[in-house]
């Protein structure tokens, strides 16, 4: 059993920032890779940051400069601090562990509404 749940979504204004919050709980042994995607209305879900066990990280090109990720010591909760946020940065965020198989299976959290409007 893997748990995601995520926090820190809600209304900002252009320019304005967020923190995202993830918290792993339940069977997350031999994860490689926790990361947040994010789904808008008529899109696909894409990769917006992605942090591995070796601390190595990798940015979505919209959101470089912008957006960082973390993790705890404990690397069980990760963290996404937005910055200098933009209205196509609107959609839902979705917190992804990936955990090593012969076909890497990913879990997913409930996802958390980042909406940025003036």
């Known amino acids: 059993q893997v748990q995601l749940v995520e926090s820190g979504g809600g209304v900002v204004q252009p320019g304005g920032s967020l923190r995202l919050s993830c918290a792993a709980s339940?069977?997350?042994?031999?994860?490689?890779?926790m990361g947040w995607y994010r789904q808008a209305p008529g899109k696909q879900r894409e990769l917006v940051a992605a942090?591995?066990?070796?601390?190595?990280?990798n940015y979505a090109d919209s959101v470089k400069g912008r957006f960082a990720i973390s993790r705890d010591n404990t690397k069980d909760t990760v963290y996404l601090q937005m910055n200098s946020l933009k209205p196509e940065d609107t959609a839902v965020y979705y917190c992804?562990?990936?955990?090593?198989?012969?076909?890497?299976?990913?879990?997913w959290g409930q996802g958390t509404q980042v909406t940025v409007s003036s």
């Open positions: 992804n562990l990936r955990k090593m198989a012969i076909v890497p299976a990913d879990y």
């Open positions: 942090i591995t066990l070796g601390d190595s990280t």
């Open positions: 339940g069977f997350i042994s031999n994860y490689i890779t």
